[in-house]
């Protein structure tokens, strides 16, 4: 992406929605206002100020040519986008309306307001259909299917998200996601939801009456907003903690993480992904657009320099009167060298439990587990593991705890693996035969050192005669040389 480009709105933006249909256009609702921006307009094209107080979640129609909003004093205004006033106004809330949407017959409205309840509206007569108050605390976000035109889902600080069917007196659905919930989210398929509150992510399979597929925490504060790609591969998240994170809903794993100046109220992803927008506390509205793509189509490899350009200079030999400058050689650190620096345990250790240097070099293996346990970080980077990555820790201990020079350090890590994995011993297969060989090495290991120790005790009764026998024989060949010398003298 480009250098992002900063516009200063009058308040905290709290709704951002990109218009469905060229020139994609986009809304964004703050403080009393809600400012309709270009693609790459840095001032407002339109705005709608027909508010006496604060609004609330503009949202574009599925044709681009109507836009709905709540507001602080208990209504829901229709605008056209051409026009200026608006074209209906729903009176039936009684207390300030956060969420509003259109359903997929473009015919009807949803909302949901601070009075608990979540109400469906009909376009052409302005009329009320029906009123749901089955939450008990705020309703603050909402989504209507798009398969569906009877089906609308809504997100309440009671820690609920329901689904609601239009054609019933009351939900279908109850979901619990157990924090108050800020945003809500249905893939294109209908079949999968994804809520957002507190600092975690959860994606629920509505098919399955509402079942969890997958948690995510990844964030250190509350999660306020997320968004769609316009293929469904990339889940989008922003939070409070200053992030926005990108998640592939394939492997459901952070692929990409954007970080911003200040809390992130409200996100928006255009259409063909070629802009972000991401909405602040301050005020800031934050758009980044994507940069083009470069045209290789006829360009030619440029030719590099010979061999011998490199190597010129190379065995060149100073004078007696030359006066030689030598540039210092930086430095270059290894990955784990990095990771320990920045206190990073656990890649430290997958870093070092790479196949080539865990043949190669197994000293460096075995030196950064010492470098762990003597910070004390040793049991909380061997903890957590999967399957695949205790099979490996398991195979380089009992392959290399045998050698004297690794013993010490892989005792300790082996005593650590078994203390942690011990409650799971039985569940996998593979896991169980890698304890059994570090048993076997072990066990073998201990009867080679009975035996040496045997060897050495017969090796020390074998010194020990030998010492003796030398001194008596010593001893003997001076007592001769005393007494001939003595009868020597006597016979003089």
């Known amino acids: 992406f480009q250098t992002p480009v ?23 609702t703050a403080s009393s206002r809600i400012h309709i921006y270009g693609r790459y307009s840095q001032e407002p094209i339109k705005t709608f100020s027909r508010f006496r107080d604060a609004a609330y979640g503009a949202t574009y129609r599925e044709d681009g040519r109507l836009l709905a909003a709540g507001s602080e004093d208990a209504s829901v205004r ?40 979540s109400n469906l509206w009909d376009i052409p007569s302005a009329t009320e259909i029906t009123s749901y108050s089955e939450h008990t605390d705020y309703v603050r976000c909402g989504c209507a299917s798009k398969v569906n035109a009877d089906v609308f889902i809504t997100g309440s600080y009671d820690h609920t998200v329901k689904l609601f069917d239009a054609r019933t007196k009351s939900s279908v659905m109850t979901i619990e996601h157990g924090h108050p919930v800020e945003s809500v989210l249905l893939f294109p398929s209908g079949g999968l939801l994804v809520s957002a509150g507190g600092r975690y992510v959860k994606v629920w399979d509505v098919l399955k009456g509402g079942q969890l597929l997958v948690s995510l925490k990844n964030h250190h504060k509350t999660v306020t907003c997320l968004c769609l790609n316009s293929s469904g591969q990339r889940l989008l998240s922003g939070s409070l903690d200053r992030h ?27 259409p063909e992904d070629e802009t972000i927008v991401v909405g602040m506390t301050n005020g800031v509205l934050n758009v980044k657009h994507r940069k083009p793509e470069e045209k290789n189509e006829k360009s030619q490899k440029k030719r590099q320099p010979a061999y011998r350009t490199y190597v010129k200079g190379r065995t060149y030999m100073p004078k007696q009167e030359d006066f030689c400058v030598s540039k210092p050689v930086k430095r270059v650190l290894r990955k784990y060298d990095k990771l320990l620096r920045s206190f990073q345990s656990s890649k430290a250790l997958d870093a070092v439990l790479e196949p080539p240097i865990m043949l190669h070099t197994p000293e460096v293996t075995v030196a950064v587990m010492q470098e762990l346990h003597r910070r004390g970080t040793l049991r909380s980077a061997l903890a957590g593991r999967d399957e695949k990555q205790v099979n490996l820790l398991l195979t380089f201990v009992a392959r290399r705890v045998i050698e004297p020079r690794f013993t010490p350090v892989l005792v300790t890590v082996a005593d650590m693996i078994t203390d942690i994995y011990q409650p799971v011993v039985g569940q996998s297969a593979i896991v169980d035969k890698q304890f059994l060989k570090l048993q076997e090495a072990i066990g073998k290991e201990i009867d080679y050192q009975e ?15 030998f010492t003796k026998k030398r001194d008596t024989c010593l001893e003997e060949n001076k007592s001769n040389g005393l007494t001939e010398i003595i009868e020597t003298n006597r016979s003089y």
């Open 78 to 117: 229709l605008f056209d986008v051409g026009g200026k006033a608006p074209l209906r106004q729903f009176e039936g809330h009684t207390k300030p309306v956060h969420v509003v949407g259109f359903l997929s017959d473009k015919y009807r409205i949803f909302s949901g307001g601070d009075d608990y309840s």
């Open 451 to 465: 035996e040496l120790l045997e060897v050495l005790g017969m090796m020390d009764t074998l010194f020990a005669t």
């Open 6 to 28: 900063q516009i200063k709105e009058f308040g905290a933006v709290n709704k951002i929605d990109f218009s469905p249909v060229p020139p994609y256009n986009y809304a964004v």
């Open 244 to 270: 926005v994170k990108i998640y592939s809903t394939t492997s459901y794993k952070v692929v990409h993480s954007f970080n911003y100046a200040t809390s992130i109220l409200s996100l928006a992803l255009s």
